[in-house]
């Protein structure tokens, strides 16, 4: 199965930026349009406020290599020691 969003636990670049780019958006659309802040209005920039967070924070973790999405390394270790104590080889 290929996912373009995902690659290695991680988002890939064009997700990261569409999420950038698409809070950014948000936020400008909002912020533009001049009308009394309503509960509708302060939801919405929030939201766009947390997708470029979210964009944001997700290139961080994988500057770092974090894998966000997947099984981490120590889980499959110790996977892998159960596996060896149930099945012992002689």
Known sequence: MNNSFLKNGNFTGISQAIFIIAGMILMA??????????????????????LAFFGGFSARAQLS?????????WKRAKRTYTENESNPEK
């Open 29 to 50: 659309v909002i912020v533009s349009i001049n009308i009394n802040p309503n509960w509708l209005s302060i939801f919405l920039f929030m939201f766009g406020l947390f």
């Open 65 to 73: 290599d974090l894998r966000v999405f997947g099984e981490p390394d």
